[in-house]
């Protein structure tokens, strides 16, 4: 089974929304909840989503705009795990 891609924008508009402590927060969720193996983190430029208010996350092909970091978990919960 192929990994799932999380990645997660660092272009200049999400890097001054928080995309570090969101990039943070990922890397918590996957090693908490043991996923090292099944879940990819990685670092994207610009993903399009730059007029939402939060941070661009793109799983697999789906772009989730608006990510703050306490959300996370719960973005986790909703979109990758069912994944798995």
Do not use: W, Y
Request: with cysteine.
């Amino acid at each position: 089974m192929a990994k799932i891609a999380v990645s997660i924008c660092v272009g200049s508009s999400c890097h001054l929304k928080g995309s570090r402590d969101v990039i943070e927060n990922a890397r918590n969720e996957i090693s908490k909840r043991a996923l090292q193996d099944k879940v990819e983190l990685k670092a994207a430029f610009c993903l399009g989503q730059c007029g939402h208010d939060g941070v661009t996350v793109k799983i697999n092909d789906k772009i989730v705009p608006g990510v703050h970091p306490k959300d996370v978990s719960k973005v986790f919960d909703d979109e990758v795990i069912p994944l798995l």
